[in-house]
């Protein structure tokens, strides 16, 4: 008889082994909104310790759940886990630090908002952009920093597919994307023209055609490409996407941004 295949959903397996290893408090840690033209670019985080029972039923990477599922599982995971928090990034600062700065920044003000100290983050990628070697460049973008500076990031380690395999990380990923939804629903109603309560500020075609008709507004990321172009298309790689989400550039350094 063949052997069953291993389940494709979520579970703390992960969690566990490296709770084994001495770290009893984890936070798993999943952003979203990098590679949209618009609005902020937020990180979820959901801390678990080593009395956590299971996840809610149904916790699954965001990309994968319906807006109405995603919305339905906030209150579980809230309730399910130690700690939870999300961050964000505005366009501005995007703009003005680059992305992965701001991807720093915005995991640092999730992390600073904790009541817990986590002995490991967990990362989803295989690029630890959490830890900044130097400490320098966000001081002055985190209002609630610690006296001496910015709190200590914790250790980190990364793991591909981690909000496929790892249930705090897709929980994660969860809260992050129905807080970023929310903040874009509500930007729809101040500029309705850009279509972001349906497309949220990816790279829809409809969000294309708004820009080629009315510009930016003060809420899109000025340093990004942000009209389609044939050489726009030529560069853009061929993953897959979740209900919403596509694929930017940042014009400034070329650099490919995937949600």
């Not at 009893?24 to 990180?43: C, H, I, K, N, T």
């Not at 874009?184 to 409809?206: H, I």
Request: net charge negative.
């Amino acid at each position: 008889m063949a052997a069953p295949a291993p389940s494709k959903k979520p579970s703390l397996r992960v969690e566990r082994a490296l709770q084994r290893q001495g770290h009893r408090v984890l936070a798993g840690m999943d952003e979203v909104g990098r590679g949209a033209l618009a609005g902020p670019v937020s990180v979820g985080v959901v801390v678990i310790d080593d009395v956590c029972r299971s996840a809610p039923a149904g916790v699954k990477d965001s990309k994968l759940l319906t807006h109405q599922a995603r919305e339905r599982m906030v209150p579980l995971i809230q309730r399910w886990a130690v700690a939870h928090a999300v961050g964000h990034a505005s366009p501005a600062e995007i703009d003005e630090i680059g992305i992965m700065a701001a991807l720093r920044l915005a995991g640092t003000r999730a992390l600073a908002q904790l009541p817990v100290v986590p002995d490991l983050v967990i990362l989803d990628g295989n690029h630890d952009w959490l830890t900044d070697p130097n400490r320098v460049g966000l001081l002055e973008f985190v209002e609630d920093a610690a006296a001496d500076g910015l709190p200590r990031t914790p250790p980190v380690t990364t793991m591909i597919k981690a909000d496929m395999k790892c249930s705090s990380v897709a929980a994660a990923s969860v809260l992050a994307k129905v807080e970023r939804d929310a903040m874009m629903v509500e930007l729809a109603q101040e500029v309705p023209v850009y279509g972001w309560a349906v497309n949220k500020g990816y790279s829809a075609p409809d969000h294309f055609a708004a820009l080629e008709a009315h510009g930016p507004c003060e809420h899109h990321r000025r340093s990004w490409r942000l009209l389609r172009t044939a050489d726009a298309e030529e560069t853009t790689p061929d993953v897959p996407m979740g209900d919403d989400e596509a694929v930017a550039v940042p014009c400034d350094t070329g650099e490919m941004s995937v949600v």
